[in-house]
């Protein structure tokens, strides 16, 4: 282990970036289905503006967001809505949720969307925000937060410092690199909208060491614009560097405070595939319905970078890959090292779906029977967030949530670096997710405890004033009327 | 201006107790205030004390035991009994059942003629209205307590589970 890792946490791990790479980004096939789940992005379902039996065109809107924090959803293909019921989806694991289903009948015909319209360089901030939510736009790094909300929440004064994050750490993710290999100048120009949008004095875009194709064509995209603003920071390879908070800390040498948020340091970070994205938005009137989707691992014959409409089954994307090899055993979204399992490919790819890993055993770390605790402390010098894996672990067992709270289990962003390198083979990322939502829900029960003391000790004292008021009242009204007042 | 004046000379009264309260007995205190912050602070009177904070008081004199908080459930029986040093036992069947989830009263306002007699019996200020206007209950301030549905003369109130959190 190199100082250097000692010092930023993390690990270097094995690329497998080059089998997804060789080739360039192909179209993904068309199907006759689309299903698109309600509730694909951060916050809350989107609501539909079609019914069954609807005629949409390609582009058209077919969901408006919730109030709230949500986002706009769009048909990917021109058909007919078939149907408007729950349907299983890969960020719920394959759980049902509330989905539009289009029939697809090919004919691509256009939805002409007045709102695609403007002139974006003289919207004001909080119009262009606006603008960019009506592309239906999230982050497309895997959360799918709405980007709106974000840009909003993070307008201030002198404007925030931009970042665009193209650091993509996880080992077989290589989306990201393919698109700044091949679509710089998307990249650039979204990266040009949102200075625009925040009324920011600079970017910078942070990729890794080792993408020097993507490097040579991001700086030849800047050079063609000439726009002096945006800078390229190269950042070592080290896994998870492409974490919000790690990267922030890796580029500015500033740490997000671990109750706040980037913009309190008046910083964004934006994935480039949302810079891309907004690009397309603004510059070609196409709001967010296809996104560039990894699918690789040792499973698939012909691993590659696919150009995929959003609700396109993951069982089409494996047939264009040229289908599953004889080696394959787990299905995965998203990386090998913080993507979930999933139980079939019957699903819909999503506006968070970066990548496909169909793994076989040569990919997967096979993990042994479960050991006790040694307190090697191997854990806590690879954790990105400075944690400390094996307290939080011990007290797990029996759940103090004092404790766990006191040591930062809500900053664990679940990288599994301490799962990598446990040498009892114990899932510690498992138990600390499966952990988070129960110590979030007691945290939360503290709160409105302490508020509900309040309000009850602050009512006591008001009926205790007002029955003092009451007796001095009828006190006042029994003495001799001739009494002077004062 | 004598009515201030006797508030006032009333309310110093009180304070001075308070005061000479808080200087006799300052170990008392702070163990109420532990006990009070394992409580549930649902303020529903169901361990027959007139809330959280009566009832807390009450152990810490001796005068309760730990297992009459069913909100609380196991849970806080246990974290009382490890803070007063005795045996955990069981909720009190005799102080009624432990609840599966929280819940929030509602007032179907179709049905709600203005009385505001549950105004008055809601113990954390959790519902708004005036006379003859209709009420509602303030879903995030309601502790769930039922303590509004007995007063009601149309039997408006009906609880229903918390809405879930939106972070």
Same mark, same amino acid.
């Given at each position: 282990?190199?100082?250097?890792?000692?010092?930023?946490?993390?690990?270097?791990?094995?690329?497998?970036?080059?089998?997804?790479?060789?080739?360039?980004?192909?179209?993904?096939?068309?199907?006759?289905?689309?299903?698109?789940?309600?509730?694909?992005?951060?916050?809350?379902?989107?609501?539909?503006?079609?019914?069954?039996?609807?005629?949409?065109?390609?582009?058209?809107?077919?969901?408006?967001?919730?109030?709230?924090?949500?986002?706009?959803?769009?048909?990917?293909?021109?058909?007919?809505?078939?149907?408007?019921?729950?349907?299983?989806?890969?960020?719920?694991?394959?759980?049902?949720?509330?989905?539009?289903?289009?029939?697809?009948?090919?004919?691509?015909?256009?939805?002409?969307?007045?709102?695609?319209?403007?002139?974006?360089?003289?919207?004001?901030?909080?119009?262009?925000?606006?603008?960019?939510?009506?592309?239906?736009?999230?982050?497309?790094?895997?959360?799918?937060?709405?980007?709106?909300?974000?840009?909003?929440?993070?307008?201030?004064?002198?404007?925030?410092?931009?970042?665009?994050?193209?650091?993509?750490?996880?080992?077989?993710?290589?989306?990201?690199?393919?698109?700044?290999?091949?679509?710089?100048?998307?990249?650039?120009?979204?990266?040009?909208?949102?200075?625009?949008?925040?009324?920011?004095?600079?970017?910078?875009?942070?990729?890794?060491?080792?993408?020097?194709?993507?490097?040579?064509?991001?700086?030849?995209?800047?050079?063609?614009?000439?726009?002096?603003?945006?800078?390229?920071?190269?950042?070592?390879?080290?896994?998870?560097?492409?974490?919000?908070?790690?990267?922030?800390?890796?580029?500015?040498?500033?740490?997000?405070?671990?109750?706040?948020?980037?913009?309190?340091?008046?910083?964004?970070?934006?994935?480039?595939?949302?810079?891309?994205?907004?690009?397309?938005?603004?510059?070609?009137?196409?709001?967010?319905?296809?996104?560039?989707?990894?699918?690789?691992?040792?499973?698939?014959?012909?691993?590659?970078?696919?150009?995929?409409?959003?609700?396109?089954?993951?069982?089409?994307?494996?047939?264009?890959?040229?289908?599953?090899?004889?080696?394959?055993?787990?299905?995965?979204?998203?990386?090998?090292?913080?993507?979930?399992?999933?139980?079939?490919?019957?699903?819909?790819?999503?506006?968070?779906?970066?990548?496909?890993?169909?793994?076989?055993?040569?990919?997967?770390?096979?993990?042994?029977?479960?050991?006790?605790?040694?307190?090697?402390?191997?854990?806590?010098?690879?954790?990105?967030?400075?944690?400390?894996?094996?307290?939080?672990?011990?007290?797990?067992?029996?759940?103090?949530?004092?404790?766990?709270?006191?040591?930062?289990?809500?900053?664990?962003?679940?990288?599994?670096?301490?799962?990598?390198?446990?040498?009892?083979?114990?899932?510690?990322?498992?138990?600390?997710?499966?952990?988070?939502?129960?110590?979030?829900?007691?945290?939360?029960?503290?709160?409105?405890?302490?508020?509900?003391?309040?309000?009850?000790?602050?009512?006591?004292?008001?009926?205790?004033?007002?029955?003092?008021?009451?007796?001095?009242?009828?006190?006042?009204?029994?003495?001799?009327?001739?009494?002077?007042?004062? | 201006?004598?009515?201030?004046?006797?508030?006032?000379?009333?309310?110093?009264?009180?304070?001075?107790?308070?005061? @000479?309260?808080?200087?006799?007995?300052?170990?008392?205190?702070?163990? @109420?205030?532990?006990?009070?912050?394992?409580?549930?602070?649902?303020?529903?009177?169901?361990?027959?004390?007139?809330?959280?904070?009566?009832?807390?008081?009450?152990?810490?004199?001796?005068?309760?035991?730990?297992?009459?908080?069913?909100?609380?459930?196991?849970?806080?029986?246990?974290?009382?009994?490890?803070?007063?040093? @005795?045996?955990?036992?069981?909720?009190?069947?005799?102080?009624?059942? @432990?609840?599966?989830?929280?819940?929030?009263?509602?007032?179907?306002?179709?049905?709600?003629?203005?009385?505001?007699?549950?105004?008055?019996?809601?113990?954390?200020?959790?519902?708004?209205?005036?006379?003859?206007?209709?009420?509602?209950?303030?879903?995030?301030?309601?502790?769930?307590?039922?303590?509004?549905?007995?007063?009601?003369?149309?039997?408006?109130?009906?609880?229903?589970?918390?809405?879930?959190?939106?972070?």
């Amino acid at each position: 282990m190199t100082t250097e890792e000692l010092v930023t946490g993390g690990l270097r791990l094995e690329a497998h970036k080059q089998r997804s790479t060789k080739a360039p980004i192909r179209a993904a096939s068309l199907t006759e289905r689309y299903v698109i789940p309600l509730d694909q992005h951060s916050g809350l379902p989107a609501v539909p503006l079609v019914k069954p039996s609807d005629r949409v065109r390609i582009w058209q809107p077919i969901a408006q967001p919730a109030p709230g924090i949500s986002a706009w959803l769009h048909s990917p293909v021109s058909g007919e809505v078939l149907a408007i019921e729950p349907r299983p989806a890969p960020h719920r694991l394959g759980a049902p949720t509330l989905s539009v289903v289009i029939a697809n009948d090919g004919r691509d015909e256009r939805f002409e969307n007045a709102a695609a319209i403007v002139s974006f360089e003289r919207l004001s901030p909080n119009e262009a925000c606006e603008h960019i939510a009506r592309g239906g736009i999230v982050g497309l790094g895997g959360a799918a937060f709405p980007t709106a909300s974000k840009l909003a929440s993070s307008l201030c004064e002198n404007g925030p410092k931009l970042l665009l994050n193209g650091a993509e750490c996880e080992p077989y993710i290589s989306c990201d690199e393919v698109l700044m290999r091949e679509r710089a100048e998307d990249i650039v120009f979204g990266a040009r909208a949102l200075l625009h949008a925040l009324c920011s004095p600079s970017c910078t875009i942070a990729i890794e060491d080792d993408v020097p194709d993507a490097h040579t064509a991001l700086r030849l995209a800047i050079d063609k614009v000439g726009d002096a603003r945006i800078r390229i920071k190269v950042v070592p390879a080290i896994y998870p560097a492409g974490g919000e908070r790690q990267l922030i800390a890796t580029v500015f040498d500033t740490e997000v405070p671990h109750d706040g948020l980037p913009a309190d340091i008046g910083v964004v970070c934006q994935n480039v595939g949302t810079a891309a994205a907004i690009a397309r938005w603004i510059r070609d009137g196409q709001p967010l319905v296809s996104r560039i989707v990894t699918v690789t691992g040792d499973g698939v014959r012909d691993a590659g970078n696919l150009e995929t409409r959003i609700g396109t089954p993951f069982s089409s994307l494996i047939a264009d890959c040229g289908g599953y090899t004889e080696r394959m055993s787990r299905l995965i979204m998203g990386g090998s090292m913080m993507g979930t399992s999933l139980p079939h490919d019957d699903l819909p790819v999503v506006k968070a779906t970066n990548c496909i890993v169909a793994a076989s055993s040569l990919d997967l770390q096979l993990r042994g029977a479960e050991m006790p605790c040694i307190r090697c402390g191997n854990c806590s010098q690879v954790c990105p967030a400075f944690l400390l894996p094996q307290q939080l672990h011990w007290y797990l067992q029996p759940f103090d949530s004092d404790q766990l709270d006191r040591h930062g289990l809500l900053d664990c962003i679940e990288c599994g670096c301490c799962d990598y390198v446990c040498p009892s083979q114990i899932p510690l990322v498992e138990r600390f997710r499966e952990a988070k939502p129960l110590l979030t829900r007691e945290l939360d029960a503290h709160l409105s405890a302490d508020a509900a003391r309040t309000r009850f000790l602050a009512r006591n004292e008001r009926l205790a004033r007002l029955e003092a008021e009451h007796r001095a009242k009828l006190a006042a009204k029994r003495r001799p009327k001739n009494e002077p007042s004062s | 201006m004598i009515t201030a004046l006797v508030t006032i000379i009333i309310l110093a009264a009180l304070a001075g107790v308070a005061t @000479v309260a808080t200087a006799g007995a300052p170990k008392e205190i702070s163990l @109420v205030h532990r006990i009070d912050a394992l409580l549930p602070q649902t303020q529903c009177r169901r361990c027959t004390f007139a809330g959280c904070r009566p009832y807390a008081e009450a152990i810490a004199q001796g005068a309760a035991d730990i297992n009459q908080c069913p909100p609380g459930g196991e849970r806080t029986a246990k974290a009382l009994a490890g803070l007063m040093g @005795v045996t955990p036992k069981p909720v009190g069947k005799e102080y009624g059942v @432990v609840p599966d989830y929280p819940a929030v009263a509602f007032i179907e306002e179709d049905a709600c003629i203005g009385c505001t007699k549950c105004i008055q019996a809601c113990p954390v200020d959790a519902i708004v209205g005036a006379s003859r206007h209709m009420h509602t209950v303030i879903a995030a301030d309601c502790t769930g307590c039922e303590l509004c549905i007995p007063p009601c003369p149309v039997d408006c109130i009906v609880m229903r589970p918390a809405p879930a959190v939106v972070r």
